[in-house]
């Protein structure tokens, strides 16, 4: 009897069936896949406002829109920054970065200053992202990724 690879099985089904969904929201759209305004370039956009957004979530050891313990917080999110990251793959991307009030955030999976942001380096890194935050089935962030 040999051991079945299930897990993994069940994770590619899971990918396919969330591309799948978005393939055809595409098409309901009217979106082409590729191309300034297309599927792949809004996809990116969202995972990486994403990412930021639980490293944010991290950083300040609490939910969006939550309290602290104590009822008041030293340190809180202060909006947005915009900024454009330039992909091999899909081009520039216009994202919106979190800022804390401190300015104490060190953002990871798209560092201050950065422009540049390479496919193999992004895909990495959001991997290990989401398979961090989703580890037990909830959401919670404890990442370090290495500078490329």
Known sequence: MTPTKKPDAEKRNA???AALTFVRMA???GLDL???DGLLKQFTKSVLETALDEEMTEHLGRAKHKKSKD???ANTRNGTTAKTVVTDSVGPVGIEVPRDRDGSFE??????RQRRCFAS????????????????GFPRCRH???VM
Do not use: I, L, N, Y
């Not at 953002?107 to 201050?112: A, I, L, W």
């Not at 380096?121 to 037990?136: G, H, K, Y």
């Open 107 to 112: 953002p990871v999976v798209v560092r201050k």
């Open 144 to 146: 370090r990724f290495p």
């Open 121 to 136: 380096m992004f895909v990495r890194q959001v991997r290990q992202c989401f398979s961090v935050v989703w580890a037990d």
């Open 71 to 73: 009822g008041r917080a």
């Open 27 to 29: 098409k309901e759209k």
């Open 15 to 17: 990918e396919r069936e």
């Open 34 to 36: 590729t191309g300034p």
